[in-house]
């Protein structure tokens, strides 16, 4: 007999607290997306109504080579909780993740909703109060990130945790394009990248999730925070790393994983 979505849905949620799972194969096939989401959906109204607070969302797969690899041809979006924000230089316990790994982004924060159904760069820009540089600590329920499409739109696009940077900028002159990136565990280079690296800009990929979150009903809003995507490859976790995302034009983000040995 299939497995249902609430049945995939709920594997999922039992995976925060009993460990990653075997992929949604069984179920779910690798790119059938509105079944991915509509699993995602089961879920984040579950978490509402358990008292979380949506707080915005986050961009997924704007590296055109990982989409390659997962076989489509677009990024994917997961839901920002509230108790998903660690503070600027915090700490994140090892024993809230399991097999987490550093992303390096720009955060926009809504000063405007979004409800056009065709929206511009420009449109984004405009809607924008200011950008911040960001960290996105992503953590796959999916057992050794053996992961397809549906898999990480299932699980709320990888998310678990993430910090915003020390400056807001506005972004009248500034340059997303060609911002250079470079991430630090423990005072060493782990990588690096650009603003061109996240879709072609991270205002492009701003711009396909307002699109595609109007298609749904669910526009972005004022006070909405996005995390427009990874500016460059991924880095795994070990507990005590310090990490430290520099975005140039944007100041840094910082986050240790675990305490300091």
């Not at 999922?12 to 799972?21: E, F, K, P, Q, T």
């Not at 059938?32 to 089961?42: E, G, L, M, R, V």
């Not at 820009?125 to 953590?139: G, K, Q, S």
């Not at 991270?202 to 396909?208: G, N, R």
């Amino acid at each position: 007999m299939p497995t249902s979505h609430e049945q995939m849905a709920e594997r999922l949620r039992d995976a925060y607290m009993s460990g990653a799972i075997s992929p949604l194969r069984d179920g779910l096939a690798p790119t059938d997306i509105n079944s991915a989401y509509a699993i995602q959906q089961i879920n984040t109204d579950y978490w509402v109504s358990q008292g979380r607070r949506i707080v915005g969302r986050k961009i997924g797969l704007t590296a055109k080579a990982v989409q390659t690899q997962l076989g489509v041809h677009q990024p994917d979006f997961g839901v920002l909780f509230n108790d998903m924000m660690i503070e600027n230089g915090g700490v994140l316990q090892p024993s809230l993740t399991l097999q987490p790994k550093a992303e390096a982004e720009v955060a926009l924060i809504l000063g405007k909703d979004l409800t056009m159904s065709d929206p511009t760069p420009d449109d984004i820009a405009d809607a924008a109060e200011y950008a911040m540089a960001a960290l996105e600590i992503v953590d796959s329920r999916i057992s050794d990130w053996k992961i397809q499409f549906a898999d990480t739109v299932a699980d709320n696009g990888s998310s678990a945790f993430f910090v915003l940077g020390d400056t807001r900028k506005s972004l009248t002159g500034l340059d997303l394009y060609t911002c250079g990136m470079a991430m630090e565990i423990n005072d060493e280079i782990a990588s690096v990248g650009s603003g061109a690296a996240c879709l072609g800009h991270p205002l492009k990929a701003a711009v396909w999730l307002a699109k595609t979150l109007v298609s749904v009903g669910q526009p972005l809003r004022a006070g909405d925070i996005v995390l427009t995507g990874a500016l460059g490859p991924m880095v795994t976790l070990n507990p005590g790393d310090q990490i430290v995302a520099r975005v140039g034009g944007l100041g840094t983000a910082k986050l240790t994983y675990g305490e300091i040995s």
